[in-house]
């Protein structure tokens, strides 16, 4: 099982630039969850899809903000255009559908929007 | 919100037990306690989760007290490596609601 795969490992973007974080749960996973970590802020929720669906994005902060899960196999989050305090790193995780089954989380994406 | 109150760090020696304590005095009877961590640099990592009886897994044992106010994660002979910062989380057990993290306890291996 490769887990969790995020992509890229590191982004690096002028302010006002579109970008794309990736994400591939592990295979079977019926719920994904898109997470940001900063220093000030620590671990925040932002979306996350059961069954391809999203269920909760209250914690998105804005509208430059989207996600989308096409499949059970591959979900985005875009920011357009992105801004300096989007300079994060971005968590996916995913998780079974046994009620009680643990997250796993991929190693992240770390966004350094200059 | 954050349910869960814990220490913003410990040290422990190489080779001893580190015991990190968590409080939540509101949980409720339906809601778990899960214990994740995470190393530098990446994401965090499920440890062990129970509901009101202990638990031991080959990571960690957890007690949680009889009135299911507080709890302790247990690593019995920590090494160097268990350096991480560690989350303390409570959660309705049911269905499919995303685990809230608070700040957690940044715990540190001395050799």
């Known amino acids: 099982d490769a887990g969790v795969i995020q992509s890229p490992r590191h982004e690096v973007t002028e302010m006002g630039q579109e970008v794309t974080l990736r994400c591939k749960p592990i295979s079977g996973h019926n719920s994904l969850f898109w997470y940001r970590q900063t220093m000030m802020r620590g671990l925040e929720l932002l979306i996350y899809?059961?069954?391809?669906?999203?269920?909760?994005d209250s914690g998105m902060p804005e509208d430059r903000f989207s996600a989308k899960m096409p499949n059970a196999s591959f979900s985005t989050l875009k920011i357009q255009p992105s801004e300096p305090r989007d300079s994060a790193v971005y968590f996916c995780?995913?998780?079974?559908?046994?009620?009680?089954?643990?997250?796993?989380f991929g190693n992240g994406t770390r966004l350094t929007v200059t | 919100d954050a349910k869960t109150t814990q220490p913003p760090s410990m040290d422990c020696a190489e080779g001893r037990a580190a015991n990190l304590p968590c409080n939540h005095s509101t949980i409720s009877g339906n809601e778990y306690v899960y214990w994740y961590r995470q190393i530098h640099s990446q994401g965090p990592q499920y440890i062990i989760h129970g509901l009101k009886n202990n638990e031991t897994n080959e990571m960690a044992s957890l007690i949680i007290t009889e009135d299911r106010k507080s709890s302790t994660l247990i690593l019995p002979h920590a090494t160097l490596r268990d350096t991480a910062v560690y989350y303390c989380?409570?959660?309705?057990?049911?269905?499919?609601?995303?685990?809230?993290f608070g700040k957690g306890t940044r715990l540190s291996v001395i050799a």
């Open positions: 989380i409570v959660r309705v057990g049911s269905g499919n609601t995303p685990l809230v």
């Open positions: 899809f059961n069954n391809n669906v999203p269920i909760d």
């Open positions: 995780a995913s998780r079974g559908d046994s009620s009680n089954s643990p997250l796993h």
